[in-house]
């Protein structure tokens, strides 16, 4: 979270806020956010007049990183760098549609053993910000996926089987092979 206060309510708040990093982790009773500002960094122990966050992979190593402007302040980036080893498997994903082509509404849904995980494409997010329309699949330790499902907003399904991880694939409206995605590791 990265919004400094904009309206100086109750009067003796600041304009100035400290950034907050959360963790989406699983509980008892579904997941819950949990801040973890503290293991973020220096960045996330000072205050700012923050406005507009855009996540995107910027290195195209599977981590969101993310790109933070503030009010008369220079902007941020944040690489996201995972301390250790093994790194968690990932798939990426850019769709290219042809019924629209912005895709925003397409869903995606991905065998992963036992599991089966869904995106949607979306436009939209922080203050003057766009976010990496690519999609990302978190797979942990799994470093093989089965079906990918794509629907895509015209109401056509298609399926890839097999995709390689820890890469973006460009999968495009209609056509039957992936290609590897521009920029891709």
Known sequence: VANGHVVRYP???GLRQRPVLLHNVPGPAGRRFQEVSSRGGSYFQEVYRGR???VG???NDGSADLVISHLNEPVVLLRNVLPGT???HWLGVELVGRSHRDVVGTKLVLEVGQRRLTRFAK???SYLSSNDPRLRFGLGTQSAV???TVVWPGGQTQHWDGLAVDRYWQLSEGETAPRPARGGP
């Open 11 to 13: 009067a003796e708040a």
């Open 146 to 148: 089965g079906r990918l």
């Open 86 to 88: 093994p790194k968690p």
């Open 123 to 125: 436009s939209g997010g």
């Open 52 to 54: 507009g966050l855009a």
């Open 57 to 59: 992979d910027l290195d």
